[in-house]
């Protein structure tokens, strides 16, 4: 794969661009960029920089295989394609459409604990608004009404897992999707990556060398052929406050989705 810094690279020897054989589809705030530049560090992957949005944008889809194809990066015939949006986890039209595309594409779901992954969303939506010059509710008027959970709050339904996930089961078949925990990925890197290698069919080329603990980020930082690498300041950013008492019902309400959750992938996480 390219070196983090000059994606350059990677097209000199290159010969063609070709569709994914694997696809990162979620969830948003998951921790999906760090996933896609740390797979970036095997030899073996190129993947697509920015993020695609062909099978959840109709402009983007109705252009066809074409217009995708040539959005990914260039390879040399073995080398795996992967491109991330996180869009798709929660696009109920996008299981099938990737299917359609080709039935043996890999999937990759990066989850995290919903409530932090909602106070994320939020704070990304603040942080764009505010940017805009317009302005945003606080999260505990979106959250609650009345004191109680507000259903109809988009961040909060995009961390309903279960949800979204039966409607890939729908299409694909369990082993089809590795989940990455993405709380672990913050923790310690390179554990998630070995496991992903492996889904992949990979041969083991990522190491703990690759990965750093930078103090002043606050997160691990990349490490490949000399180049250090952080991700850019969106990530990793601070998130908007949450009174205790929002946390707790907002975890409570998270309690029996997981639940749910936890039984479809088959495994728990040690979520709030
Ligand atoms: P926060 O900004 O809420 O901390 P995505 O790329 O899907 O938008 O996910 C963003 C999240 O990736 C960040 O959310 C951060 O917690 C997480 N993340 C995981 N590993 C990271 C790393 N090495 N550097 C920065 N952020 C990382």
């Not at 990304?124 to 009345?146: A, F, G, I, M, S």
């Not at 913050?186 to 080329?205: N, Y």
């Not at 946390?247 to 039984?263: D, G, I, S, T």
Request: charged letters at 20%; proline letters at 7%; a positive charge.
């Amino acid at each position: 794969s390219s070196s983090p810094s000059s994606s350059s690279s990677s097209s000199y020897n290159a010969t063609q661009q070709r569709l994914p054989g694997a696809i990162i589809i979620g969830v948003r705030k998951g921790g999906t960029r760090a996933l896609l530049e740390m797979l970036n560090l095997h030899p073996d992957v190129e993947v697509a920089k920015a993020e695609v949005h062909y099978f959840n944008v109709e402009e983007h889809y109705h252009q066809g295989l074409a217009w995708y194809q040539a959005q990914m990066p260039f390879t040399l015939p073995g080398q795996l394609t992967v491109e991330k949006t996180p869009g798709y986890f929660a696009s109920p039209q996008v299981p099938a459409r990737v299917w359609d595309m080709n039935p043996a594409v890999r999937l990759l779901l990066i989850v995290r604990d919903p409530a932090e992954r909602l106070v994320s969303d939020y704070t990304q939506v603040l942080h764009n608004r505010l940017t805009q010059h317009k302005p945003y509710q606080p999260l505990e008027e979106l959250l609650l009404h009345k004191g109680h959970i507000n259903h109809g709050y988009k961040a909060l339904q995009r961390s309903l897992y279960h949800l979204h996930l039966a409607r890939w089961l729908e299409v694909f078949p369990r082993e089809q999707i590795h989940v990455v925990d993405g709380d672990a990925l913050i923790r310690d890197p390179f554990p998630e990556l070995r496991k992903a290698e492996r889904f992949l069919d990979l041969p083991p080329r990522i190491n703990p060398s690759n990965f750093y603990f930078n103090i002043t980020k606050g997160f691990y930082c990349l490490l490949s052929a000399g180049h250090d690498k952080c991700l850019d300041e969106s990530k990793g950013r601070q998130h908007a406050p949450l009174s205790t008492q929002a946390l707790q019902k907002l975890c409570r309400y998270f309690r029996k989705p997981n639940k749910h959750f936890f039984e479809m992938v088959g495994r728990s996480f040690s979520w709030c």
